[in-house]
């Protein structure tokens, strides 16, 4: 089984509606990161996290990190099409030298 | 800030060929890794490096797949010889350090194994 599971696998939305993406771990946490892809294309970086509770807000994106039960969860607000792409959950499982595992991804389409 | 550079972007080789992909992160960054990437998949980490000592090797195919970083620069990853079920997205990423902070990626190099 998949130690870091994405889930919806895709989705989606029509313009101007919220959705959430979550991340559940199956080992402990030490750092979480969410990056977009588009198709053809490298990742770029949207936010990481690391401590319990915390919680980052970039544009019209948020991401939470819920430590105890080793879970984040990615809001978009307002989506638009500028949002659609791969959304990629990254996280780090050891407490030394960074070790990432991935999860498989979801794939965003905002309708206009 | 110059990002990560890869090349080729695109290779379509015939199995049991061989190619080469090459990497040139951000300067200054220590840390540089190629990932693996298959349609609909998550990145999977090939090999990780600190400046031009491997950190971390486990998931390479060392039969086939081999990988250096010169003078702790640049990098190249090899395939030789190739199978089908190498194709896939070769993405090198570079960080400044390697316990924290962000992973920089290049475009990716997309490789067809005919």
């Known amino acids: 089984s998949q130690e870091l599971e994405q889930s919806p696998q895709s989705l989606i939305v029509q313009e101007g509606k919220n959705l959430t993406i979550n991340c559940t771990s199956s080992?402990?946490?030490?750092?979480l990161y969410w990056y977009k892809q588009k198709y053809g294309e490298g990742l770029i970086f949207l936010m990481m996290?690391?401590?319990g509770g915390e919680e980052k807000s970039h544009e019209k994106i948020t991401a939470k990190l819920d430590e105890k039960k080793q879970q984040s969860s990615l809001h978009i607000t307002a989506s638009q099409p500028s949002h659609a792409g791969i959304y990629l959950c990254?996280?780090?499982?050891?407490?030394?030298?960074?070790?990432?595992?991935w999860g498989l991804g979801t794939s965003l389409a905002v309708n206009p | 800030e110059a990002g990560v550079a890869q090349s080729p972007r695109y290779k379509i080789i015939e199995k049991r060929q061989s190619v080469a992909f090459w990497c040139n992160p951000i300067?200054?960054?220590?840390?540089l890794y190629w990932y693996q990437q298959i349609l609909g998949q998550g990145p999977k980490l090939l090999i990780q490096?600190?400046?031009?000592?491997?950190?971390?090797d486990s998931q390479l195919p060392k039969d086939r797949f081999s990988a250096e970083r010169l003078k702790g620069v640049d990098s190249t990853l090899k395939i030789q010889p190739a199978k089908l079920e190498d194709s896939a997205v070769y993405l090198c990423?570079?960080?400044?350090?390697?316990?924290?902070?962000?992973?920089?990626f290049g475009e990716g190099s997309r490789l067809t194994v005919l």
């Open positions: 990254g996280a780090d499982i050891s407490p030394g030298i960074r070790k990432l595992i």
């Open positions: 490096f600190q400046n031009n000592g491997v950190v971390d």
């Open positions: 990423a570079s960080s400044l350090i390697s316990a924290t902070g962000e992973l920089f």
């Open positions: 300067s200054g960054h220590a840390t």
């Open positions: 996290l690391q401590k």
């Open positions: 080992k402990t946490l030490y750092g």
